[in-house]
Structure formats: C-alpha cells, structure tokens
C-alpha cells in the first residue's frame, strides 16, 4: 500500500466512525480523536506533499467541516 492509500483509508474510517455515532441511541466521547483544526492540518499536508489531489482535499475538507458544523 502506498502513502496516498493509507491516508485515504484512514479518514475514510475517521469519517465514518463518526458517522456511527449519528445511528447510535448513546454517544460515546473518545479522547483519541483529532480536533478539527488537526484534522485539516493533516489533511492540508497531505494535499501539499501530493498524497492526496486538489479535488480530493477538497472534497475531504467539505467533509470534516460539515461533520463538525
């Protein structure tokens, strides 16, 4: 597996983790997630070090934002 493949497997699970939560009838509070701000740091480096393309950050960024809006 390549960078590029990892990352997007994990903020798919990022993202869809948190999706769980919408079906649940008690939320869970985890302490290990990333705040928002690291989301998108993390996010931003990987669109810079060309893990990731413009259209997938930004697609990714909609994503983490709505999420948390």
């Not at 590029?4 to 699970?13: N, T």
């Not at 948190?18 to 740091?41: P, R, W």
């Not at 990987?46 to 948390?68: F, P, W």
Request: aromatic residues 2%.
């Amino acid at each position: 597996m390549n960078a590029r493949s990892i990352l997007s497997c994990v903020l798919l699970v990022t993202i869809s983790s948190s999706l769980t939560s919408c079906f649940s009838s008690s939320k869970v509070d985890s302490k290990n997630e990333a705040t928002v701000g690291q989301q998108l740091t993390d996010l931003d480096k990987a669109r810079q070090q060309g893990i990731i393309t413009e259209k997938e950050y930004l697609k990714l960024k909609k994503a983490i934002i709505s999420k948390n809006d």
